[in-house]
T-cell receptor
Framework: GENVEQHPSTLSVQEGDSAVIKCTYS??????FPWYKQELGKRPQLIID?????GEKKDQRIAVTLNKTAKHFSLHITETQPEDSAVYFC??????????FGAGTRLTVKP | EAQVTQNPRYLITVTGKKLTVTCSQNMNHEYMSWYRQDPGLGLRQIYY???????DKGDVPEGYKVSRKEKRNFPLILESPSPNQTSLYFCASSTRDGNEKLFFGSGTQLSVL
């Protein structure tokens, strides 16, 4: 079936370091790529998204890059802080409205 | 306050006993959807709805039903729950379709014994 593969499943970094999470998708018609952050016991919340007409988007310490040819996109977090610790999910639409999520990456930022 | 409201937050039931999880949004959103979240599997879409009386299957629709009689409500129905439906369920909505920011409800933890 149509999948979104996400790596790594866990990531531990020192405070102040950068973190990178990568996702690949299979539906070449996908044109919207969001990233959600889920803190422990909370609901997922959108942190950044990108559409296929651009290759990169930044919002303060977070950025997303997209390579449509290779069908992969990545989340970059710079100057990580302990409050960045959470599970991060990428997603891509299948058949336009069936949003498929990656399995998640548990990020731990050590003080 | 703009929000997606799910009820109940926690539910324990037994195999075969029909149940309904309610979802309501007050943002006049066209699109609503249901997901289940299981460890190591991320969020998997069960059903989605583009508008009133329009529903479509997602990735894992087996064993579930939905209805969209009103724009604000999108209940999830388990006619005959089984233990493999034990999961954390999220309802979500967006302005227009699945290619927009999703607003999630607070989740329903369901246990089927």
């Amino acid at each position: 079936g149509e999948n979104v593969e996400q790596h790594p499943s866990t990531l531990s970094v020192q405070e102040g370091d950068s973190a990178v999470i990568k996702c690949t998708y299979s539906d070449s018609a996908s044109n919207y790529f969001p990233w959600y952050k889920q803190e422990l016991g909370k609901r997922p919340q959108l942190i950044i998204d990108i559409r296929s007409n651009v290759g990169e988007k930044k919002d303060q310490r977070i950025a997303v890059t997209l390579n449509k040819t290779a069908k992969h996109f990545s989340l970059h977090i710079t100057e990580t802080q302990p409050e960045d610790s959470a599970v991060y999910f990428c997603a891509a639409p299948f058949n336009n409205n069936d949003m498929r999520f990656g399995a998640g990456t548990r990020l731990t930022v050590k003080p | 306050e703009a929000q997606v409201t799910q009820n109940p937050r926690y539910l324990i039931t037994v195999t075969g006993k029909k149940l309904t999880v309610t979802c309501s949004q007050n943002m006049n959103h066209e699109y609503m959807s249901w997901y289940r979240q299981d460890p190591g599997l991320g969020l998997r879409q069960i059903y989605y709805s583009m508008n009133v009386e329009v529903t479509d299957k997602g990735d894992v629709p087996e064993g579930y039903k939905v209805s969209r009689k009103e724009k604000r409500n999108f209940p999830l129905i388990l006619e005959s729950p089984s233990p493999n439906q034990t999961s954390l369920y999220f309802c979500a909505s967006s302005t227009r379709d699945g290619n927009e920011k999703l607003f999630f409800g607070s989740g329903t933890q369901l246990s089927v014994l």
